[in-house]
């Protein structure tokens, strides 16, 4: 099995920062790109960010520059930092990632059970 857990949502007001955590962990080969999701109410599951095995990093147009996507491959954990948070910024937040199973020929996509994260004053 694999797990994604999740952390450091939470409630923030509009301008402040936050940072996000996931933690894949289970029978885990090798993990390619890992990121995040995030889902409004009433809106469809958008791209944050991304970021490849080799540090390659692709972010959604309303958060560049203001979020910062990275991980540690040697603990198989993507972090977002969140700067510059805006109300709209609200949502809930998924891990994602594409790894390989110990005793699979092919990658599968994973998700967290997501993370709320709210803006409001």
């Known amino acids: 099995q694999v797990q994604l857990v999740e952390s450091g949502g939470g409630l923030v007001q509009p301008g402040g920062s936050l940072r996000l955590s996931c933690a894949a962990s289970?029978?885990?080969?090798?993990?390619?790109?890992m990121g995040w999701y995030r889902q409004a109410p009433g809106k469809e599951r958008e791209l944050v960010a991304t970021?490849?095995?080799?540090?390659?990093?692709n972010y959604g147009d309303s958060v560049k520059g203001r979020f910062t996507i990275s991980r540690d491959n040697a603990k198989n954990t993507v972090y977002l930092q969140m700067n510059s948070l805006k109300p709209e910024d609200t949502a809930v937040y998924y891990c994602n990632t594409i790894l390989r199973r110990f005793g699979w020929t092919s990658f599968s996509n994973y998700w967290g059970q997501g993370t709320q994260v709210t803006v409001s004053s």
């Open positions: 970021i490849t095995s080799s540090g390659s990093t």
């Open positions: 289970g029978s885990i080969f090798s993990i390619n790109a």
